[in-house]
């Protein structure tokens, strides 16, 4: 799809592969609507995108509170139009160190779902009628590895993931018709602070750049060439990039 | 008629009450069997506003609903006094008299400025917020509730007022025709070739608690009909497809859009009656809710159907128990909906 002058909306933007995603759009020309949970820490981004003469605007919302949705759902159309790129990026580990299964409290689990799982449910219910009315839309979930392969401590974030893949994809076969596409992407492992929450003795200098994962994504994005419904690992794209 | 008392639960039947003038008659449906009514070739447009929270408190002697948005960051709107949404519209006591220049204040950061006053009556004021852009309608979410009235026994969530495909916020009341189409149904109409289309209305209120008042709505609402809709529409009329309207707002935005002869792209305020007797330019049918006899909706219903023929289906839906208001039953107005030569017609059409 065409990026530039685009309604968009992104979750999880103030830091790591959000705000590299939101400056990377923003230098395409999209019209930006950004969230977090901590309204001043995208004020910081917003103002680059503007500096650079894009537009966005910040919002703050958790997206694991039902009640937070419509509102923001909402006042992103109002700011932008209807919105025609959603990226669900916003995304929680639960408690770090992580934990084993048989020792995550049920209340954590049921937390980790809440923002990675029903969060982009709810927000793309909200947002999806609108692209299936108007036959046109792009949904991306931003998953993991951790969605397809099972390692010991990351129980609760990796299923949140893999449900978050498949949710991606029954929204790909019920909308494809209407003109909506659907994917999620597997980023690989980048230099953010939840990187460095989960594994904190990682080497740095193995891990990718978030702006160079978000210039991928903005590839697959544009991109008319992927399948509905996709899974994409961003790592092994590179050569196209 | 019975007015529905809250929003409609999961899996609760939804009637439609089909009235066709061509054969004089109506007949007993539900929301469900909607598709059957439209042929191959036709379009049901739908208004895809979302509605807004406009109800706004600034203080106990003061509500502040939003009627219409002006420009920018002003608004027209209707001051009511003490009392809440359980209390009829017409008993609230009367509000504190404001002057050009009053600042309110809605908690939550979110405040406004008198800029004018209705001479005719002060209940009726033209406000500015002093916030804008995302601070403002981060605010305005969390200072306002949707506008509810007092037949509606609790307090509504912002989720109940939506339709499931409302995008912007423009509308201060739900434009509910379209509240009991869900997409299995919406998706079943666009695999028989009949094209989903929308525009947007700004879907005003219903009731000021005033006579004089109610007797000058609508006010002008903003309406828009994208270049998209507007190219679609015209071919879909041009090849003889028939339109129908869900709800008296996309009527009134069809027929504005439409009152030079050809459907007109653009964003523009209507304040367009329709009524007994108003020729209609481009729409042929209407899904709507049932309301009372007296109301401007009503009135409107005058345009696609003899008042005859209005007052005995809807005599038959209230002894029927049919429900009225924003999450009561369904009826559709087509003009060959029920006869069999509909079907001749369809195919010629296919």
Known sequence: MEISRTATLITGASRGLGEALALELGRQGARLVLVSRHGAALEPVVHRIRDAGGEAHALEADIGSKDAIYPLAAAATALVGPIDLLIHNASELGPTPLRLLLDTECEDLERVLAVNLLGPFRLSRVIAGSMALRERGTIVHVSSDASVNAYSHWGAYSVSKAALDHLSRVWAVELGERGV?????????????????????????????????????ANVIRSTSIANGARIELSSTGAQS | MKPATRPRARGERERLLVIDPTADGFGEYSIDDLPQFLAKGDALVLNDAATLPASLRAGPELEVRLMSQLEGNIWLALCLGRGDHRMPTEERGTPPSLVVGSELSFGYGLSARVCRVDPDSPRLLEIEFQQQGAPLWQALYRAAAPIQYAYLSEPLALWDVQNAYAARPWAVEPPSAGKPLRFETLFRIAARGIALAHVTHAAGLSSTGDPALDARLPVAERYEVSEESAARLRAIRDNGGRIVAVGTSVTRALESASASGTLRAGSRHTDLRLGPGSKLRFCDGLLTGLHEPTTSHFSLLEAYAPRALLDRSFRHAERAGYLQHEFGDSCLILKGALTQEVDSIRTHAA
């Not at chain 1, 690989?188 to 080497?203: F, R």
């Open chain 1, 181 to 217: 596409r659907s994917f999620s992407v597997d980023p690989g492992e980048m230099d953010t602070a939840m990187h460095a929450a989960a594994l904190p003795d990682a080497d740095r200098s193995t891990l990718a750049q978030p702006s160079v994962i978000a210039a991928r994504l």
